[in-house]
């Protein structure tokens, strides 16, 4: 159903199951419990809770403002994985005079949180005229020192979304383009990547680019230029733009605790700042 950005909304749960628990979380939004198999509680705020055969819970929740863009890939201890981990839009590390951003968090190198967003049109490669991200690594991290959000495009290489075997992600991640320093912390950072140098990640089959034993580092324009490189997507001004994401975690050991805001996408010319408020 419809909704609108700020609303509160009542949602009841029922298990309607004949033998199973399950648990029930929104990635990302916090769930306050008003009621329990009809009787009213005190409400209490979570995360996720468990609900048993029979059982209806009845739950508050007020959904922000995402702007057209959805968490993807989670990976967290309410889908299996041992990571306490967060992907959502609060508070948490606003920037100086704003309400919100995303924070993205991990706790140990299961987790793993993507805020993408699709339907970008007829979008291609030589319409993008601008893009960039805003990045916040906490100095409370102890995953490794370089290790900060990293900026997707993802493409589809021939411009024909009826062919799958022509896509995946070109990956903006600073440490390629700055060395593997340290990365700041307890500060924000603005990554202006259209002239920045990316590699590739191909769906189908799953491989990274590499020509002979060199991972690929390129520009989009280079990778538009140069034709194919190695075993990977031959790119060209003509290959479809199918979303842009962004996103922490996979194999990231120890603890992340960062953010992402204000993402510019210019689109001939045309540029859009998705600033991620909580009110």
Do not use: C
């Not at 922000?64 to 306490?84: E, I």
């Not at 005229?129 to 370089?146: A, K, Q």
């Not at 290959?239 to 953010?259: C, E, K, R, Y």
């Amino acid at each position: 159903f419809l909704f609108s950005a700020g609303e509160r909304i009542r949602l009841r749960i029922i298990n309607g199951s004949a033998q199973s628990f399950f648990n029930v979380r929104i990635p990302g939004l916090p769930m306050t419990i008003i009621a329990a198999d009809g009787q009213n509680v005190r409400p209490v705020e979570v995360d996720e809770f468990q609900i048993g055969v029979a059982e209806t819970f009845d739950v508050i929740v007020t959904p922000g403002d995402t702007q057209g863009w959805t968490l993807t890939d989670f990976r967290g201890t309410g889908n299996g994985f041992t990571s306490n981990t967060v992907g959502a839009i609060s508070g948490t590390h606003a920037p100086a005079g704003e309400t919100g951003s995303v924070q993205m968090s991990t706790t140990d190198s299961s987790g793993k949180a993507d805020f993408t967003r699709l339907s970008m049109g007829a979008v291609t490669f030589g319409d993008l005229t601008s893009l960039s991200y805003d990045w916040y690594r906490s100095s409370s991290s102890t995953t490794t020192s370089w290790l900060t959000p990293a900026l997707r495009i993802i493409y589809d290489a021939d411009g024909n979304t009826q062919t799958n075997a022509d896509t995946g992600y070109m990956i903006f991640e600073p440490v390629y383009n700055v060395g593997n320093g340290p990365a700041a912390t307890d500060t924000w950072v603005h990554e202006n990547v259209l002239g920045a140098k990316f590699w590739q990640r191909r769906f189908a089959p799953g491989a990274t680019t590499f020509s002979g034993s060199s991972q690929v580092f390129q520009t989009l324009t280079d990778w538009m230029t140069d034709g194919q490189q190695g075993n990977g997507d031959r790119l060209g001004a003509s290959s479809l733009v199918l979303g842009v994401n962004f996103g922490v975690g996979s194999g990231w050991s120890g603890t992340f605790d960062g953010a992402v805001d204000h993402v510019e996408i210019g689109i001939g010319g045309v540029s859009t700042t998705y600033n991620f408020e909580t009110t």
